[in-house]
């Protein structure tokens, strides 16, 4: 079995702590992907799915009512929102603007008389949203105040959706431009402002509509609304095609292609596809033994699961079932998927991994590995956390095994970073480093008592005043019972395997009343009883047993309300020795603290989905990282853009991809207790500290074949069976398979729109033996 560890360190981690300076305190024990933008007809099963889906989230989060307003809402997207009723805000009478705000355009002119007008300018649409911030007491001032402030400040260069409960049909985009200080209302914590939000797309938004072009490739449409609809055509091929557009019944048009008489030579054919739709595509290796190569640093998790995520990627469910437990060495574990094999000569790989980072130490990565026709490695691409930081890494590495990678990184044969364009590195935040603190329980299953104090007090006090004017009196009782034990944790063999602590605990402590008749003098009666009995085990058998017991009575002190005194009218004492009686056994736990050093500076890889291009032409390899919208669609930001020159002699003829997701255990995946499974129950274990797990994916994955070495700018054929397209006509992009593919443009291409109200007739092609027609828009109002 090929193995390939490193024993790197996780960087600045204690993993000697907890160490014998920590105090100890002992308790007693009993723990997206976003489906791509191409529309695609649902089964009939997945419509009542759907209905029900529909049906409860209508019940969860309905429409806001008069006096709400929801910010964020995208139901599209699978955004919720945050309601204004959840930042205890009260929304009073809204006022639909009827117009943008308008600037007149005009100029003076010699010797005319008034002026000539050229035109208005529309503006944003401006909404003055009175409110009132409610709130019982500072404390929910505060809060509401906070979360207003996190909901309604706008970080960036994007808007967000507003639905105003008073016209819950309309969505509005647009960002808060005035949030005044509240004013309080009379003498309560209550207060009121007036929020400004203005859009800069003055345009109300309804539902969206989806639809499909009929069996020509037609589509006959009068769209909702009263303005401009921007909608956006998918295209799913059944077929090769060199082209693929449409043609409105004023002749305006898209073309994106070429044309049909040209020559089609195919001169990037896939050899191979997978859109990520079925696990069942791949293998998933559960033993590297069984393989050629090793992962970097890694080894699989015999019973990780994988799982779809939606419909068109992979992510982890599970890394591991039995966890593996923190050695504060950065080996990773995981699930591992590989592919059947292919051939290729010179090629391109592209695929689709995404990470997303949650918690700032987590220690995890989606990695992409390259495997000849042989079962070797030859290279592997991925994301990854870099430890104790949320700054993540970016690697495109060459080699059969980590030293050899390292050795053709140093002569420039890979790459190591954040991205090398100023886009990808002006997302870096420099936010600074801090501690954080992690409380250890170490769970032990046997400690041994050497000794036991327990003191059970019990208090009686009559409160009756003068019985001539009051015919009862109240009998007050307290009572408590405090137990303090010194510990030793012992081995099966009893040997101490720690020093001994102490614990104190307050078993009873319960105090009751109950009326009486009353009485001249009552108080007489109060009174006061102590008993308190220790326990000392010798080192094997044998138990000391001392007790005392006093009786106290009590006189209130001059003047009400000022206490009591009390005096001792009895106590005794005694004990006895029993040499039969063993030591009391119990569970516990070790309570300890160790600081681990977190440095806070996200960039584009602490949460990135991405498309990868490796293209190998001859001795050139080169990769082309592009960040993937929300939407499913290429954003256009690049993060990488690289070449590299393979050395003479290096095998880089790629037959095979593995996809690894791997997670190292850090300090917070320490085991502090395991329960052994019993009958069906399995096993549980409980750490230090729970945290969410980054989100790992892959969504889509082609190998071309490159027949000559200018076939990219040959290639006549731009779609094959299985492939999509959308045609933007709100962005003005082209995307096939959620890559920018603007390249293929015709310049004649208008990008005609649709009016809201009047009727259009439009003709897609190619053909309906080579493609269907998806569409949807959103209907606009002025």
């Known amino acids: 079995m090929a193995t390939d560890f490193t024993n790197e360190m996780l960087p600045g981690d204690n993993v000697n702590a907890p160490d014998k300076g920590f105090q100890n305190d002992i308790s007693n024990a009993g723990n997206e992907n976003p489906e791509q933008l191409n529309y695609k007809e649902p089964s009939e099963g997945a419509k009542q799915l759907k209905a029900i889906d529909d049906e409860i989230k209508s019940k969860l989060y309905p429409d806001p009512k008069d006096d709400e307003f929801v910010v964020g809402r995208n139901f599209d997207a699978g955004n919720i929102g945050i309601s204004s009723r959840d930042l205890g805000i009260s929304v009073g009478h809204i006022t639909l603007p009827v117009a943008p705000t308008i600037a007149d355009i005009s100029q003076n002119v010699s010797g005319m008389y008034g002026q000539r007008w050229l035109r208005n300018n529309y503006g944003a649409k401006v909404f003055n949203i009175p409110i009132t911030v409610i709130a019982a007491n500072s404390d929910e001032y505060l809060q509401n105040i906070e979360s207003m402030s996190k909901a309604l400040i706008q970080i960036g260069n994007s808007e967000g959706p507003i639905v105003f409960g008073a016209f819950p049909d309309r969505t509005f985009y647009g960002h808060f431009t005035s949030i005044p200080d509240p004013s309080y209302v009379s003498d309560t914590w209550d207060s009121t402002l007036t929020l400004q939000f203005t859009a800069s797309d003055p345009h109300g938004y309804l539902k969206q509509v989806i639809g499909q072009a009929d069996n020509q490739n037609k589509l006959s449409i009068m769209p909702e609304g009263n303005d401009v609809a921007k909608p956006a055509y998918q295209f799913t091929f059944s077929a090769d095609s060199n082209n693929f557009g449409y043609t409105n019944s004023s002749g305006q048009n898209v073309f994106v292609g070429f044309p049909d008489d040209t020559n089609t030579q195919d001169l990037m054919p896939v050899i191979y ?101 042989d079962g070797n490695r030859i290279g592997r691409m991925g994301l990854y956390d870099s430890g104790n930081t949320n700054n993540g890494t970016l690697k495109v590495m060459f080699g059969r095994n980590t030293d050899e990678e390292n050795a053709n990184y140093a002569n420039g044969f890979g790459y190591i970073g954040t991205g090398n364009t100023t886009w990808a590195l002006d997302q870096t935040q420099n936010k600074g480093g801090h501690e954080v603190t992690l409380q250890i329980n170490q769970y032990e299953p046997n400690f041994t008592v050497d000794r036991q104090v327990s003191t059970r007090f019990t208090q009686c006090l009559y409160d009756g005043h003068d019985s001539r004017f009051l015919p009862d009196a109240v009998k007050w009782q307290h009572e408590t019972l405090t137990v303090e034990k010194w510990k030793t944790p012992r081995d099966s063999n009893s040997v101490a395997t720690g020093p001994q602590v102490y614990s104190k605990e307050v078993e009873v402590d319960k105090t009751s009343h109950t009326t009486v008749p009353n009485g001249p003098d009552i108080w007489k ?68 603290t160790v600081k681990e050093f977190m440095y806070d500076a996200p960039n584009i890889i602490t949460n990135l989905w991405a498309n990868f291009e490796l293209t190998k032409i001859g001795n050139q390899m080169h990769i082309l990282v592009k960040q993937i919208a929300g939407s499913g669609l290429e954003s256009g930001n690049v993060v ?143």
Do not use: C
């Open 525 to 592: 009666n109060s009174t006061q009883d102590y008993y308190k009995w220790t326990q000392v085990w010798n080192s094997s058998m044998g138990e000391t047993l001392t007790w005392s017991r006093w009786h106290n009575v009590g006189t209130p002190n001059p003047g009400y309300g000022n206490g009591w005194s009390w005096r001792s009218t009895s106590y005794d004492r005694g004990g006895n020795w029993d040499k039969g009686a063993g030591r009391v056994n119990q569970p516990g736990t070790i309570t300890s």
């Open 273 to 373: 596809r997978d859109p990520i739709q079925d696990i069942g595509t791949f293998t998933q290796v559960t033993d590297m033994s069984t393989q050629n190569w090793a992962l970097s640093n890694a080894d699989v998790a015999s019973d990780a699961v994988v799982k779809m995520l939606g419909k068109h990627a992979i992510t982890v469910d599970k890394f591991w079932t039995v966890p593996k437990d923190y050695t504060g060495k950065t080996t990773s574990y995981g699930p591992l998927l590989i592919t059947k094999k292919f051939n290729t000569g010179d090629y391109r790989v592209s695929t689709r991994i995404s990470h997303q980072q949650f918690y700032a130490r987590a220690y995890q990565r989606t990695e992409v590995y390259l495997l000849d026709k």
């Open 640 to 782: 990488l853009d690289y070449t590299m020159i393979v050395p003479d002699g290096f095998n880089s003829k790629v037959a095979q991809i593995g996809y690894f997701f791997g997670k190292t255990p850090i300090h917070e995946d320490k085991i502090v207790k395991t329960t052994p499974a019993d009958g069906d129950k399995p096993a549980s274990y409980q750490f230090v500290q729970s945290y969410q797990d980054d989100r790992l994916t892959v969504t889509d994955l082609t190998v071309q074949g490159i027949t000559t070495a200018d076939a990219l700018k040959k290639a006549h054929t731009i779609v094959h069976a299985g492939d999509t397209a959308t045609i933007d006509t709100e962005t003005e992009n082209i995307y096939i398979n959620g890559k920018v593919a603007n390249k293929y443009l015709s310049p004649a291409s208008t990008y005609p729109l649709l009016k809201g109200g009047q009727k259009e007739d439009i003709t897609f092609f190619p053909t309906p033996d080579k493609a269907t027609v998806k569409y949807n828009y959103r209907p606009a109002m002025k």
